[in-house]
């Protein structure tokens, strides 16, 4: 059930329909109840010798949770799967008074909103005695209530249980505590508060995460008298919420008490439906019923009274009895089930990894009893050899060398034992090593080379000799990693004698030992390592490192050896040399890498400019300019790129000829022109100035270009020159740079620029730079100065035209007598001009009369139009004109239309004012064909507006969340966040003056949030506010409407005038004047639509988006047309009052314009009844309330790459 905006006047197409009443909530499916049943616990927690009885109460009078039949159904299922109870349902409180109330054990307040009084009877008509025997009958049931849990048995609370009888103290005692607002609803972070207490066995002493509506609570909550079982961990919930209340951090989620002889238990998760298919959460509500049934003994103390030795021994408790549940749970392991108990231990590893302690000792030792416990799965042993990684102790060493032999676990394995310090993981490595083979050794001797402990490469040495190739390349690999003395000289000594495959390995490790002993200070041995890999038998790559390891040892005297290596025909041996080009230190290796660089090969040329260039170096500069024309493109294209960074004033010219010429490489003037774009050495921008006087035209084009990017306004001299050229691409160029360049002192420069050039193109560019200019200044007067004195000097006519055309867009005042003067010209052309600059630009209201002049005795039909369509724009503009003033002018208009064309103008323009008389204006035009479509439009438009759409706020605090008060949400509200102390304020605008004379106003379904006083006030100009128009309170009444003389404004403000509440001050709702108007409409069921497409994409059919699976969506296949639409046959007639359509997880595929239309019969169309422009995923479009079997949506919009996409569609009405 939703609450829809509804027409304010009964003028639509179809009469009549009935209000629909409210429908029933809906019941779990039959896929839902399967997954209850399997998430239920199998047996129950403590068995009894005869099943108790659980009566479940779901009586609501406030907010109507679509969660109560889940519960019904989940707590059915429970009872029965366990044995433990069976259930009756009930949402009259008259069970109060019957015998069959004392056979039941225990109560359930299933979301229950219930408020007093509990019995519903009717005292209208009743006599003093007769009200006395209701009264009397109340409080017995009241009575029998509190006594039943009073004397022995028990109550369980669900969810809103607390959002109930807050007018009843006794019964916020044995619930624990009243609702106080739900700040989240979404995934919280919940901990356990004590976690070994017997009704949380179900989380295994972990806490959890869960997606719900989560309620904060006030008086009587209070640890001081309930045993806290859960609540909001707020280091793992967001606590960014304006909504947040409670200020010390106390967020209960569940919680238990005594209450005389009888027990309560509350837990608040119950909103979402999947709530009741948790198999944890369902195991807890178990536990819970069968506390509140007395079956199951737990401790109540209250919170505060518990120790903290007891806390410190119920973690403890609860992480033993946990480890054994979970890792018992874990043995069984596989992938593809259940991965609830690998969870559940991985967090448990997450929270504990870094912090020594029992607890992390007992957690290692489970996941190493796993691991070599031969009843497990593999997959368990797998995920336990994972764990040991983050959580290991030398106690796992030896299950985890044990495991080395196995080609599964030794991966996981070696990297456990990798992170476990300490020199005890290294003897059990070396003493594994000698009786190990194959891929095992490999294995042992790879982790120990890892560990990097040198004293380990004496033994490491021994296996290079290794008649097995992979133990011994292993061998060379961990030797590399250790380096040092030891491991160099046994690496050394193997090189002289060791043949493929295993030479390669061991150069690389030793070029290893070099780098470890260079960047250690150890000179000598560095050296020794990289003399020895400097022969032509080495592989390329590695005598590349250890050239340039030795030539960063030698500095600046290695200048030599680093060209010889950029002169390499090796790649691998040249891009070294090119490393220490960017990296050597001295002056002497640019101008020695400049001398070679002609010489070099292509390739060697390119990687010693990016060299070069990012040493970054100018006297590189000429070097690298004489090789932007090297015949090889790549060559060109690296000396521009390294330009950018080396390039001054003398590398303009050559690098803007290559970006002018046409002949060249789309790559060599791309770069080129990045180049100019970006190069930031010494006088570039004179320089290009300065060449561009004297260039060629093609030339001058990329000048242009550049000195436009480049910001550089020195150049708007001779730019002025160039934007009159015959040239097109040049002028355009021009233009483009002006308009990056230009300040409001060159506006008169602009405005001579328009008067001189010849090209429509060229003037239209320079009119949007002249209006853009002027705007950047707040003096009106400078703004349009120029243009006006250039209109006075005569310009041709083409120049008049557009400096008119600017005037009117800048829309500044002192330009309004030369507009209007230009309205009576004796050029036709010239009156257009004016008509369109004040009809489509200017800013007020003031050429009004102008306007509706022209419309009314023009002979020009196209001028009566465009004056016309300005008049209807002006008059929706704020005014202090009263709306039947507003309205009559719109009446005469029309009355005076002479054609359709200036009918539908004006009708249009109707559309724009946001009140219910212009609603009615539309009607007469509903039905008449040459106008119907504008009609209709223009009465979606003001629907919208009249329904919130329209209004603007503001308030004390929190004025964003304005809107929420007029969104027909029960669910959202404007709240100011705090308790109410007096002079809080929420105040509306009107879309138009009115005679306001009424504010109804509702605090919502929950909590106690009305004004406890009030004043209303009424203003026109949201400043001057004269007396209160009304003032009064009933703190008793949550949704009240105050009424008063009449009094004209555009402006609504109430002021909260109370104080001394402990309640915040919200409005779920407020009309003024009974708009917005709310009526009650439902989703129209979808089991009987037939539904089709102008197209569709694959498997992407259009039932797709009517079938409730979110993982499915009707597409078109393509980019989105202006032909494309989506058809519904409802199947039988409805009233339609809104389209909602979900793009979803698509969230680009969304109409980008739409119109809905409707039909009777699927062949004759009415419309459109909706429409507007899509801007994200979800949209919801209201559409004036029509009768209908068949609904069309067409799209209108254009996409080359998108789809429109649906993967839900509904339609609201009746």
Request: aromatic share 6%; net charge neutral; glycine share 8%.
């Amino acid at each position: 059930m939703t609450k829809q905006l509804h027409p304010l006047l009964a003028f639509l197409i179809a009469a009549g329909a009935a209000t629909a009443a409210p429908a029933g909530l809906k019941p779990p499916s039959e896929a839902e109840i399967a997954k209850m049943e399997a998430a239920m616990p199998s047996e129950a927690t403590v068995k009894t010798a005869t099943p108790r009885k659980l009566l479940i109460f779901s009586q609501c009078e406030g907010f109507k949770h679509s969660s109560i039949p889940f519960g019904e159904k989940a707590f059915e299922v429970m009872g029965r799967k366990t044995g433990a109870f069976s259930t009756v349902v009930t949402d009259d409180c008259a069970i109060l008074e019957s015998p069959e109330f004392d056979t039941f054990d225990a109560i359930v307040m299933n979301n229950t909103t219930m408020r007093l009084p509990l019995l519903n009877i009717d005292t209208k008509g009743m006599d003093e005695a007769q009200k006395a025997a209701a009264d009397e009958r109340e409080a017995k049931a009241q009575a029998r209530f509190l006594d039943f849990v009073r004397n022995g048995k028990g109550l369980v609370g669900v969810h809103a249980a607390t959002d109930c009888l807050y007018k009843w103290p006794e019964y916020g005692e044995i619930v624990g505590g009243f609702f106080w607002g739900h700040p989240w609803n979404e995934d919280v972070g919940v901990k356990l508060d004590d976690p070994g207490h017997p009704l949380l066995s179900a989380f295994n002493g972990q806490p959890f995460v869960v997606a719900d509506e989560i309620y904060q609570f006030r008086e009587p909550y209070s640890r001081d008298t309930l045993r806290v079982l859960l609540s909001i961990d707020v280091t793992k919930t967001n606590m960014n919420k304006d909504s947040i209340r409670r200020k010390d951090g106390d967020f209960a989620v569940a919680w238990i008490r005594k209450y005389g002889k009888g027990r309560a238990f509350f837990f608040s998760l119950g909103h979402r439906h999947e709530i009741f298919w948790n198999p944890p959460l369902m195991q807890c509500y178990l536990d819970g019923i069968q506390y509140a049934f007395g079956d199951l003994k737990a401790d109540a103390t209250p919170s505060s009274q518990l120790s903290e030795q007891y806390l410190a021994e119920s973690r403890a408790n609860a992480l033993s009895r946990g480890l054994v549940n979970v890792f018992a749970e874990l043995k069984k392991y596989t992938l593809g089930g259940s991965d609830k108990a690998p969870r559940q231990v991985a967090n448990m590893v997450v929270e504990h990894q870094v912090t020594p302690g029992p607890s992390r000792d007992q957690i290692g030792q489970r996941l190493t009893e796993l691991l070599a416990a031969p009843d497990a799965t593999m997959d368990a042993r797998e995920f336990a050899c994972r764990q040991l990684r983050f959580i290991g102790s030398e106690t796992a060493i030896p299950a985890l060398i044990a495991v080395l032999t196995d080609d599964r676990l030794r991966h996981p394995a070696r990297m456990a034992l990798e992170a476990i310090p300490g020199a005890p993981v290294d003897t059990a490595l070396l003493n594994a090593l000698p009786g190990s083979a194959g891929l095992a050794k490999a294995a042992l001797i790879d982790s120990m080379g890892q560990r990097g402990v040198r004293a380990t490469a004496s033994a490491l040495a021994k296996e290079l000799a290794n008649k097995d190739p992979v133990a011994a390349e292993a061998a060379a690999n961990a030797l590399g990693r250790i380096a040092g003395p030891e491991a160099a000289q046994a690496l050394l000594a193997t090189r002289e004698d060791a043949v493929q495959p295993l030479r390669l390995p061991v150069d690389r490790a030793i070029l290893a030992c070099a780098e470890s002993a260079r960047q250690g200070g150890e000179t000598a041995l560095a050296h020794t390592c990289y003399k020895a890999l400097a022969g032509p038998d080495v592989a390329a790559h590695i005598r590349g490192g250890a050239i340039y390891g030795r030539a960063l040892m030698d500095g600046p005297s290695a200048a030599g050896k680093a060209i010889g290596a950029l002169r390499s025909e090796e790649p691998k041996i040249a891009q070294a040399g090119a490393r220490l080009v960017i990296e050597l230190p001295g002056e002497s290796i640019v101008p020695e890498t400049c001398a070679v660089l002609p010489a070099l090969p292509a390739a060697n040329q390119i990687l010693a400019i990016d060299a070069l260039a990012a040493r970054g170096d100018r006297r590189a500069q000429d070097a690298v300019l004489a090789l932007v024309n090297a015949e090889n493109v790549d060559v060109q294209t690296a000396a521009l790129r390294g330009l950018e960074a080396l390039g001054d004033a003398r590398s303009v010219m050559p690098i803007v000829r290559l970006a002018s010429d046409e002949t060249a490489a789309k790559k060599v003037q791309d770069t080129a022109r990045r180049a100019l774009n970006r190069m930031n050495g010494a006088g570039v921008d004179q320089a290009l100035v300065d060449a561009m006087a004297t260039a060629d035209t093609a030339v001058k084009t990329e000048y242009a270009k550049a000195l436009g990017v480049r910001k550089a306004r020195i150049a708007l001299p001779v730019l002025y020159q160039t934007v009159l050229a015959d040239d097109r691409s040049l002028a355009k160029e021009s233009c483009k740079a002006i308009a990056a360049l230009c300040e409001t002192s060159e506006l008169p420069k602009i405005v001579e620029l328009i008067v001189k050039t010849t090209s429509s193109s060229v003037r239209s560019q320079l009119e949007n730079t002249l209006v853009n200019v002027a705007r950047r200044t707040k003096n009106e007067e400078t703004s349009v100065s120029a243009a006006l004195a250039g209109l006075e000097r005569a310009p041709p006519k083409p120049a008049r035209t557009s400096l008119i055309t600017a005037l009117g867009k800048i829309g500044a005042k002192p330009a309004l007598p030369a507009l209007k003067g230009a309205l009576t010209d004796p050029d036709l052309e010239i009156q257009r001009a004016a008509v369109k600059a004040l009809a489509d630009s200017w800013p007020t209201a003031e050429p009004i009369l102008a306007l509706r002049g022209v419309s009314l005795s023009a002979e020009d039909l196209v001028l009566r139009v465009l004056a016309l369509r300005g008049y209807a724009r002006m008059l929706a503009m704020p005014n202090t004109r009263p709306m039947s003033e507003t309205l009559k002018l719109y009446e005469d208009a029309l009355a005076l239309a002479k054609g359709d064309q200036e009918k539908r103008t004006l009708i249009t323009g109707l559309g724009q004012l946001a009140h219910p008389d212009a609603l009615a204006a539309v009607k007469p035009f509903l039905q008449d064909k040459a106008v119907q479509e504008e009609a209709l439009m223009s009465a979606v438009s003001i629907m919208q507006d009249l329904g919130g759409k329209s209004m603007t706020f503001a308030a004390s605090v929190n004025a964003k969340d304005g809107p929420k008060a007029v969104d027909g949400d029960p669910k959202t509200r404007w709240t100011n966040g705090k308790h109410m102390t007096g002079g809080e304020w929420f105040q509306v605008k009107l879309a138009y003056e009115t005679q306001v004379k009424e504010v109804f106003l509702d605090a919502g379904p929950t909590g106690h949030d009305q004004p406890r006083g009030w004043e209303v006030y009424v203003s026109r100009d949201g400043e001057d506010w004269g007396e209160a128009v009304a003032t009064g309170g009933d703190p008793k009444k949550k949704a009240f409407t105050i009424t008063f003389p009449p009094k004209d404004g555009r402006y609504v403000k109430i002021v909260q005038t109370g104080g001394g509440a402990r309640n915040y001050w919200s409005v779920n709702e407020i009309r003024i004047n009974g708009l917005p108007d709310i009526k009650e409409v439902s989703q129209i069921p979808s089991d009987k639509w037939k539904v089709s497409a102008a197209r569709s994409g694959g498997d992407a059919a259009p039932e797709n988006a009517i079938d409730g699976d979110k993982t499915k969506r009707w597409g078109t296949g393509g980019g989105m047309k202006p032909t494309d639409w989506f058809m519904v046959d409802m199947g039988e007639e409805r009233t339609v009052h809104r389209v909602v359509m979900d793009a979803a997880k698509s969230r680009n595929d969304y109409p980008r314009e739409y119109r809905i239309y409707s039909s009777l019969d699927g062949q004759d169309w009415f419309g459109p009844i909706g429409a507007g422009k899509g801007e994200k995923a979800l949209i919801s479009a209201i559409c004036l309330p029509t009768r209908a079997r068949y609904v069309k949506i067409a799209q209108l919009g254009n996409e080359k790459k998108m789809w429109w996409s649906m993967y839900g569609l509904q339609i609201i009405g009746e």
